[in-house]
């Protein structure tokens, strides 16, 4: 197993342009799927199976992706034994066990082509530098699908700053998130139906769009995609353009 030492996270990354057979002008959407770990799903102190449920909607919007030739990224977790983080929560997703390694469901997929994995060091993976240029490159990015666990953590945490990110870059770009592909945990002082509650809302409120299931986020994209034709068809007949 590859073991990742912190100061070479950045440098160790996959890069989706790297086998990316399109211009990066043609990509219009990309994937985000967070924290599927095997330390976080099936085995250590912060596993939950409940996880496995979210698989095979996740894999449905996958292939959606797969067909229409966009890039689906990976963002896992990969602590150092003197993680900071492990000081606020138990020990997991340690550099070079298994807990840092993706779900076996999902594992075929990160290797295929236009398929990104960033690593992160703690709760919010838009810190990932590498992750921020990648995104600052896509200037006709329109769609920014998102799924993974913890609903009320690590996916609101990425969203939240990836929703403020691209307003610092003044990217007119839709990020939707699809509830049957996130999920959080009940434990004592975290109701899981609260607590996921509540990140939907914030998660509103910032300018996601939260979407039932992968069916919805379909219809949701053809909406938006013939809103933009109509606003498209609008202007040229007021400015001739």
């Given at each position: 197993m590859k073991k990742y030492?912190?100061?070479?996270?950045?440098?160790e990354e996959n890069n989706y342009f790297q086998t990316y057979t399109k211009r990066i002008e043609e990509v219009n959407k990309i994937l985000f799927i967070i924290d599927m770990n095997e330390g976080f799903v099936n085995c250590g102190n912060m596993s939950n199976k409940e996880y496995n449920k979210l698989v095979p909607e996740q894999l449905k919007l996958i292939n959606i992706f797969r067909n229409e030739d966009q890039p689906v990224n990976f963002i896992l977790e990969n602590h150092t034994k003197d993680s900071i983080e492990l000081?606020?929560?138990?020990?997991?997703?340690?550099?070079?066990?298994?807990?840092?390694?993706?779900?076996?469901?999902?594992?075929?997929?990160?290797?295929?082509?236009?398929?990104?994995?960033?690593?992160?060091?703690?709760?919010?993976?838009?810190?990932n530098r590498n992750l921020q240029d990648n995104i600052r490159s896509l200037k006709n990015l329109k769609y920014i699908a998102i799924g993974g666990v913890c609903a009320d953590l690590c996916v609101m945490d990425f969203t939240l700053t990836l929703l403020r990110y691209l307003d610092e870059l003044n990217m007119n770009t839709n990020v939707i998130v699809i509830k049957s592909m996130i999920d959080t945990y009940d434990a004592p002082n975290h109701d899981r139906e609260e607590w996921i509650t509540i990140a939907y809302k914030v998660l509103t409120q910032a300018g996601a769009i939260i979407v039932e299931n992968v069916e919805e986020y379909k219809k949701v994209v053809e909406q938006l995609e013939i809103k933009e034709q109509q606003n498209k068809l609008v202007r040229r007949k007021k400015y001739g353009k």
């Amino acid at each position: 197993m590859k073991k990742y030492n912190y100061e070479n996270f950045m440098k160790e990354e996959n890069n989706y342009f790297q086998t990316y057979t399109k211009r990066i002008e043609e990509v219009n959407k990309i994937l985000f799927i967070i924290d599927m770990n095997e330390g976080f799903v099936n085995c250590g102190n912060m596993s939950n199976k409940e996880y496995n449920k979210l698989v095979p909607e996740q894999l449905k919007l996958i292939n959606i992706f797969r067909n229409e030739d966009q890039p689906v990224n990976f963002i896992l977790e990969n602590h150092t034994k003197d993680s900071i983080e492990l000081k606020k929560y138990p020990e997991h997703c340690i550099n070079g066990t298994n807990e840092t390694l993706l779900i076996p469901e999902l594992l075929p997929e990160q290797t295929k082509p236009n398929t990104s994995t960033y690593y992160k060091n703690s709760i919010n993976g838009m810190l990932n530098r590498n992750l921020q240029d990648n995104i600052r490159s896509l200037k006709n990015l329109k769609y920014i699908a998102i799924g993974g666990v913890c609903a009320d953590l690590c996916v609101m945490d990425f969203t939240l700053t990836l929703l403020r990110y691209l307003d610092e870059l003044n990217m007119n770009t839709n990020v939707i998130v699809i509830k049957s592909m996130i999920d959080t945990y009940d434990a004592p002082n975290h109701d899981r139906e609260e607590w996921i509650t509540i990140a939907y809302k914030v998660l509103t409120q910032a300018g996601a769009i939260i979407v039932e299931n992968v069916e919805e986020y379909k219809k949701v994209v053809e909406q938006l995609e013939i809103k933009e034709q109509q606003n498209k068809l609008v202007r040229r007949k007021k400015y001739g353009k």
